[in-house]
Structure formats: structure tokens, C-alpha cells
């Protein structure tokens, strides 16, 4: 790999490199086609673009949202398969999949690979990792991360072109059978709040909706948005959410809602069921984007749950592993903890790191989060200082109670403050409530078989729990004695990578696409930061750079741990003429587990754009 791509200014465009397309295999078997089974040879002569995603990851979510446009754009020549590849072990449930298929609308087939067969065949290295196969069966291309819509759109229309001249592209329909819908009066709710008047209110999400219900939970008062997924202010018939979350109570007596593909925050009055916009442009937020300002003109990233604490509503930034505040009085927003880094590191609010945080909810002294990727309880004080109280990092995970510092969850998504000071968690990939009591440091488990739960509001003496794959709220009486649970704990299936103790070689691989050159108007426009778990894994090479390569020193005396690799890439169209080039971020977090085994390899290459020689 060159140090440095070449740019179209500097060297001709390379031919590209192409490589034999490995058959696509996986256990679970075909989904969103009618029950047809697929092989690559029944796609030959369709541009094939394979999406390896899993249903906990964000990053992913945001690849299916830029897909939309080029899948609907080219639907006669390309054809999209996600390839599921699961991190968590309730993702490869079979189940699980199909729900999740359905609630974040994929709408083009999707492959079940739960034994992460096609993932290893492709040598794929992180969530979400894009493939490119030409209509003759040969990969051209491969971009792991967000941001490479456009670039993969411009290589979609030059291999039309080339392969319409050459008599190898066959148009027509694809192969994606939409499921039937389902009759249910709500379906995969995400979030809930207790009313002032004795109703809730719950984010409908997989039907872009809010939905008011009695008391019981059950009947429906009134559906708040078209239902039609958009970005819209008006009335409750003419209001357009997209898949929102997080509800919260303001002081004026409004809600305010998470709306999550929407990347805002809206405002939802319940006298008039009107909806206004509070916060956010409709943009995703890119790394150099303002991280404050007037709330209507920031950018903001997949806004999971939303609490009202010290005044201000704090915003759980599922997109960029971060917490946000909205200051209501003076209409702004900013960051208020959190680097962007995707991992657990406790301390000042500006130097710690989250992982998807998914839930909040506030106490007088406390902002509790239910921090999805790392698998934790964690909580914000007075001071912004953040801490956890369960979770020790990204690939561990499991249902374990006892105490909290070998206590287990597996991605929980809902945090609910109960009355005694202690706090209740939707434990979701568990389908269990746990509990973490903060006076004796206990984790223990109130209810199993739920389905799925995202979240919990008190009713009452009852709690009612959002379950969400059973499309329902659900009403508990809180227990007054835990259930006892059989103790499981579980670590990332992926295989880890075997290095040679000592040197390591870290080469990100990026190529600036066909037309465009690394933008180095404001100097650098790469980014590198990299850590490890444990940390002494790394004896020197770690923190950050503007290479897009460093030279790693494995300390022998750590026999296995994980690489952490953040990398970042600004290319801009590369035009003389044109005053104001487009520009693009493209960006991606690694975890790589690795064994350190004699005879192991000495370079590790990780692919942001390009293939990887």
C-alpha cells in the first residue's frame, strides 16, 4: 500500500484490481426474497454491493440510510445484499434478524450468516464494511465505515457503462420480496413516557409515529404523524418523523422527541398535537462539524434518548458516542461529554468515551446511561464527571448478576430511575429487566421473557416495560425478591487475528475515489488514533496521528487483547475550475482482536476505501 494515494492530478486512474467473488454462504438462509435461496452465479450480470452489517451497530444503520438513494436510483442494475454478520450472541438468533430486517426497513434481500461464514470468506474486519462485485462475478472494490455513498454511486455508473459495451450487465428486477406487514397497534416501539394526564406516549418507530395510549396500554388515543417516513412540521396528520426514540417531558408541559434518522430533536405540543422542529438540520453531524451552536443550524448524529437534567435536555448521541446538551432557554446546543471515540474511558466529560449510548434518566444528582455497545451502566455527576457502574468494555458481555464489577449485560438500550435510588435496566439482547442498586453495589435480576425491552417508565407500583420485538407495552408489578437466573458470560465471536509479538506494522488502506484527491487545503486531511485493550498491550505506537500508518510495539508478556483503530479521510473532487469542490468524510472504528503467536503476522492492513494488497 502506498503511504499516500495517488490523486487523479498526480498519476492516471489505476486499472482496478479484481478478485475472484467467493460464493455466499450462511446458515440462516435468505430473507426479504420469498423464501428463495440465492448463489452468486443466479446475480451474474447485476452489480452486486454486499452490506456486512449487525443490527446493534449504529454505523451500520447510518450505511443503510445512505444506501436508500443509490438502491432506488440504479434498482434495475444493482442489486444490495446485507450479509448479517452478528457481534452479540442474541444477533444470531434467526429471529432476531427477520425482526430487525423489518424494523429498520431494509428493503432488498438479506443474507443470515450467523457463523460469520461469508465474513471470513470476504476477510472482512469491522461493522459496517461495504463490497463491490462486478457484473462478471469479480470484487472491485472495498470500503469499510460510513461516508462512500457517492463514491460507490460514481463506480456503480462507470460499471454500467463499461459492462452495457461489453454485453455483461443484465437489467431488470431484483431479487427483494417485500415481507407482509403485520396488524399490530404498535410495531417495534422504542421509547415511553408517563403522561401528565395518566396516558403514555410511546415512539412508534418502525412506523415513523408517535402513538398516545390510555392508562392500560393498550388503547389508542391518537397517532401522532403521517406515518411516512420525513422530515415535516405540522399538525398530527401532517407531521413526518423518522424512526424516532427518546421522549421527554419539558417544563413548559411540551415533548421533546429524539427523532433518530432525522438526526433533530422535535417538540410535540399536547394540547394541539402540533410538531416543531427544536434542534438539528436534518444532516447527519461528520467529524468538522460545529460541535455548538443555534440549534437549528448544528448537525446532529442519531439522537437515541433524550432526559431533562440540570436544566438542560441531555441528548444521548447514539452516531458519534457522545452526550449532547439543548439549553431550552436559549434555543442552542453543544457537546457536553464524550470524544467521539468508540469505547469505555471514565474521567472529565471531555476526555471520556462512550459506545452507542442508547438510554438516560435523570435523578436530582445523577444522569444515568444505558451505554449499548460496551454493554454498561454508566452515569453523569453535578460536575460532568462521568463514571460506570457496570461494564467493562466493548467485546464482553452476558447475564450475570452478583457484584457489579463481575456483573454482565448485553446491550441494554433503556435506563429508568426508580423511587428507592436505585435503577432499573432494559437489558434488551438479555429480554430481561435487571436492577443495579447503587447502596450495596449489586446487579440482580427483576423479570425474564421479555422480548427485546428498549425501555420502562413507573406507573404507579407497576412498571411498565416497552417490549419492543412483541410490538406491546408490558405492566410488572415491581418484584420485592429477584429472580434467580443461570449466570452466562460471553465474549465476540469473531476470530481474533494472530501478530508476531513486538513490531506490528498498522496500515489503513485508503484510495481517494475515481475524480477526487485527499483535500489538503487546511492541511491534513487524514486522522489515525489508536489504543488498545489491555492497555498494556501496546508499548509504544499508541494515540493519535495524521498518517495514515504507524509502527506498533506489542508488548510479549500480553498474550491476547483488542487493537482499537479510529481512521479519517476528507476527499474533495478534483476539479481546477471548480471554486467550491464537493468534499466527503469517510471515517471507521476497528476493534481487532489479536493473539499474539510466534510466526504471527508482523503488518496488519485495514481497508477504509480500496483493496488491501
Given at each position: 500500500?502506498?503511504?499516500?494515494?495517488?490523486?487523479?492530478?498526480?498519476?492516471?486512474?489505476?486499472?482496478?484490481?479484481?478478485?475472484?467473488?467467493?460464493?455466499?454462504?450462511?446458515?440462516?438462509?435468505?430473507?426479504?426474497?420469498?423464501?428463495?435461496?440465492?448463489?452468486?452465479?443466479?446475480?451474474?450480470?447485476?452489480?452486486?454491493?454486499?452490506?456486512?452489517?449487525?443490527?446493534?451497530?449504529?454505523?451500520?444503520?447510518?450505511?443503510?440510510?445512505?444506501?436508500?438513494?443509490?438502491?432506488?436510483?440504479?434498482?434495475?442494475?444493482?442489486?444490495?445484499?446485507?450479509?448479517?454478520?452478528?457481534?452479540?450472541?442474541?444477533?444470531?438468533?434467526?429471529?432476531?434478524?427477520?425482526?430487525?430486517?423489518?424494523?429498520?426497513?431494509?428493503?432488498?434481500?438479506?443474507?443470515?450468516?450467523?457463523?460469520?461464514?461469508?465474513?471470513?470468506?470476504?476477510?472482512?474486519?469491522?461493522?459496517?464494511?461495504?463490497?463491490?462485485?462486478?457484473?462478471?462475478?469479480?470484487?472491485?472494490?472495498?470500503?469499510?465505515?460510513?461516508?462512500?455513498?457517492?463514491?460507490?454511486?460514481?463506480?456503480?455508473?462507470?460499471?454500467?457503462?463499461?459492462?452495457?459495451?461489453?454485453?455483461?450487465?443484465?437489467?431488470?428486477?431484483?431479487?427483494?420480496?417485500?415481507?407482509?406487514?403485520?396488524?399490530?397497534?404498535?410495531?417495534?416501539?422504542?421509547?415511553?413516557?408517563?403522561?401528565?394526564?395518566?396516558?403514555?406516549?410511546?415512539?412508534?418507530?418502525?412506523?415513523?409515529?408517535?402513538?398516545?395510549?390510555?392508562?392500560?396500554?393498550?388503547?389508542?388515543?391518537?397517532?401522532?404523524?403521517?406515518?411516512?417516513?420525513?422530515?415535516?412540521?405540522?399538525?398530527?396528520?401532517?407531521?413526518?418523523?423518522?424512526?424516532?426514540?427518546?421522549?421527554?417531558?419539558?417544563?413548559?408541559?411540551?415533548?421533546?422527541?429524539?427523532?433518530?434518522?432525522?438526526?433533530?430533536?422535535?417538540?410535540?405540543?399536547?394540547?394541539?398535537?402540533?410538531?416543531?422542529?427544536?434542534?438539528?438540520?436534518?444532516?447527519?453531524?461528520?467529524?468538522?462539524?460545529?460541535?455548538?451552536?443555534?440549534?437549528?443550524?448544528?448537525?446532529?448524529?442519531?439522537?437515541?434518548?433524550?432526559?431533562?437534567?440540570?436544566?438542560?435536555?441531555?441528548?444521548?448521541?447514539?452516531?458519534?458516542?457522545?452526550?449532547?446538551?439543548?439549553?431550552?432557554?436559549?434555543?442552542?446546543?453543544?457537546?457536553?461529554?464524550?470524544?467521539?471515540?468508540?469505547?469505555?474511558?471514565d474521567g472529565p466529560g471531555a476526555e471520556a468515551w462512550f459506545a452507542q449510548p442508547s438510554g438516560l434518566a435523570?435523578?436530582?444528582?445523577?444522569?444515568?446511561?444505558?451505554?449499548?455497545?460496551?454493554?454498561?451502566?454508566?452515569?453523569?455527576?453535578?460536575?460532568?464527571?462521568?463514571?460506570?457502574?457496570?461494564?467493562?468494555?466493548?467485546?464482553?458481555?452476558?447475564?450475570?448478576?452478583?457484584?457489579?464489577?463481575?456483573?454482565?449485560?448485553?446491550?441494554?438500550?433503556?435506563?429508568?430511575?426508580?423511587?428507592?435510588?436505585?435503577?432499573?435496566?432494559?437489558?434488551?439482547?438479555?429480554?430481561?429487566?435487571?436492577?443495579?442498586?447503587?447502596?450495596?453495589?449489586?446487579?440482580?435480576?427483576?423479570?425474564?421473557?421479555?422480548?427485546?425491552?428498549?425501555?420502562?417508565?413507573?406507573?404507579?407500583?407497576?412498571?411498565?416495560?416497552?417490549?419492543?420485538?412483541?410490538?406491546?407495552?408490558?405492566?410488572?408489578?415491581?418484584?420485592?425478591?429477584?429472580?434467580?437466573?443461570?449466570?452466562?458470560?460471553?465474549?465476540?465471536?469473531?476470530?481474533?487475528?494472530?501478530?508476531?509479538?513486538?513490531?506490528?506494522?498498522?496500515?489503513?488502506?485508503?484510495?481517494?475515489?475515481?475524480?477526487?484527491?485527499?483535500?489538503?487545503?487546511?492541511?491534513?486531511?487524514?486522522?489515525?488514533?489508536?489504543?488498545?485493550?489491555?492497555?498494556?498491550?501496546?508499548?509504544?505506537?499508541?494515540?493519535?496521528?495524521?498518517?495514515?500508518?504507524?509502527?506498533?510495539?506489542?508488548?510479549?508478556?500480553?498474550?491476547?487483547?483488542?487493537?482499537?483503530?479510529?481512521?479519517?479521510?476528507?476527499?474533495?473532487?478534483?476539479?481546477?475550475?471548480?471554486?467550491?469542490?464537493?468534499?466527503?468524510?469517510?471515517?471507521?472504528?476497528?476493534?481487532?482482536?489479536?493473539?499474539?503467536?510466534?510466526?504471527?503476522?508482523?503488518?496488519?492492513?485495514?481497508?477504509?476505501?480500496?483493496?488491501?494488497?
Open positions: 500500500m502506498n503511504d499516500s494515494a495517488p490523486t487523479a492530478a498526480s498519476a492516471p486512474t489505476p486499472r482496478r484490481a479484481r478478485v475472484r467473488a467467493p460464493e455466499l454462504i450462511g446458515k440462516g438462509g435468505w430473507l426479504n426474497t420469498g423464501e428463495q435461496q440465492y448463489t452468486l452465479a443466479d446475480l451474474r450480470g447485476r452489480i452486486v454491493i454486499l452490506d456486512f452489517w449487525t443490527f446493534c451497530c449504529i454505523n451500520c444503520l447510518h450505511v443503510l440510510d445512505e444506501l436508500r438513494e443509490l438502491e432506488e436510483k440504479h434498482r434495475d442494475t444493482v442489486v444490495i445484499i446485507g450479509v448479517h454478520s452478528p457481534k452479540f450472541v442474541h444477533e444470531a438468533e434467526h429471529q432476531a434478524v427477520v425482526d430487525a430486517v423489518e424494523r429498520y426497513g431494509v428493503e432488498h434481500p438479506v443474507l443470515d450468516d450467523p457463523e460469520l461464514a461469508t465474513w471470513k470468506q470476504y476477510a472482512v474486519r469491522a461493522w459496517p464494511t461495504l463490497v463491490v462485485i462486478d457484473p462478471e462475478g469479480y470484487v472491485v472494490a472495498q470500503h469499510a465505515g460510513e461516508g462512500h455513498a457517492h463514491a460507490i454511486a460514481r463506480l456503480v455508473e462507470e460499471l454500467e457503462a463499461e459492462h452495457a459495451a461489453k454485453g455483461t450487465l443484465r437489467r431488470g428486477d431484483g431479487p427483494y420480496v417485500a415481507p407482509e406487514p403485520e396488524p399490530t397497534a404498535l410495531r417495534f416501539p422504542g421509547k415511553a413516557l408517563a403522561l401528565p394526564s395518566g396516558n403514555l406516549l410511546v415512539s412508534d418507530t418502525t412506523r415513523h409515529q408517535l402513538v398516545e395510549l390510555e392508562g392500560d396500554g393498550e388503547s389508542v388515543v391518537r397517532r401522532i404523524g403521517s406515518g411516512v417516513r420525513g422530515f415535516v412540521d405540522g399538525s398530527a396528520e401532517e407531521a413526518g418523523f423518522s424512526e424516532p426514540q427518546g421522549l421527554a417531558l419539558l417544563d413548559d408541559g411540551s415533548v421533546v422527541v429524539a427523532d433518530t434518522v432525522n438526526h433533530a430533536l422535535r417538540r410535540l405540543d399536547l394540547v394541539t398535537g402540533e410538531v416543531s422542529t427544536l434542534a438539528g438540520t436534518g444532516r447527519q453531524w461528520w467529524q468538522g462539524s460545529p460541535t455548538s451552536g443555534l440549534a437549528r443550524e448544528v448537525d446532529l448524529s442519531s439522537p437515541w434518548d433524550v432526559a431533562l437534567f440540570g436544566g438542560k435536555v441531555w441528548i444521548a448521541m447514539a452516531g458519534v458516542h457522545q452526550l449532547w446538551a439543548y439549553d431550552p432557554e436559549g434555543a442552542t446546543v453543544g457537546v457536553a461529554a464524550g470524544t467521539t471515540n468508540e469505547g469505555l474511558v435523570a435523578t436530582a444528582d445523577r444522569l444515568w446511561l444505558a451505554d449499548s455497545e460496551t454493554s454498561a451502566l454508566r452515569w453523569v455527576d453535578l460536575d460532568g464527571t462521568v463514571h460506570t457502574a457496570v461494564g467493562t468494555g466493548l467485546f464482553d458481555f452476558g447475564h450475570r448478576d452478583g457484584a457489579a464489577e463481575q456483573a454482565l449485560f448485553q446491550h441494554p438500550l433503556g435506563v429508568t430511575a426508580l423511587p428507592d435510588g436505585s435503577v432499573a435496566v432494559s437489558d434488551t439482547y438479555n429480554h430481561a429487566l435487571r436492577r443495579y442498586d447503587p447502596a450495596t453495589g449489586e446487579v440482580t435480576t427483576l423479570a425474564t421473557d421479555l422480548r427485546e425491552p428498549s425501555d420502562a417508565v413507573l406507573v404507579g407500583d407497576d412498571i411498565v416495560v416497552v417490549e419492543s420485538a412483541r410490538h406491546r407495552l408490558t405492566r410488572l408489578r415491581l418484584p420485592e425478591e429477584a429472580v434467580r437466573v443461570e449466570s452466562v458470560a460471553h465474549r465476540t465471536q469473531r476470530a481474533a487475528t494472530e501478530v508476531a509479538p513486538g513490531g506490528l506494522r498498522l496500515d489503513v488502506v485508503f484510495q481517494a475515489p475515481t475524480g477526487q484527491k485527499l483535500d489538503t487545503r487546511y492541511g491534513p486531511s487524514t486522522r489515525l488514533l489508536v489504543s488498545s485493550t489491555p492497555p498494556e498491550l501496546l508499548l509504544t505506537g499508541e494515540g493519535a496521528g495524521t498518517d495514515l500508518f504507524r509502527a506498533l510495539e506489542l508488548n510479549p508478556a500480553v498474550t491476547e487483547g483488542v487493537l482499537h483503530v479510529s481512521a479519517m479521510a476528507a476527499s474533495c473532487d478534483d476539479d481546477p475550475a471548480n471554486e467550491y469542490p464537493a468534499c466527503h468524510v469517510h471515517q471507521q472504528d476497528w476493534g481487532v482482536p489479536v493473539r499474539l503467536t510466534e510466526g504471527g503476522t508482523d503488518r496488519l492492513p485495514l481497508v477504509l476505501a480500496g483493496m488491501a494488497d
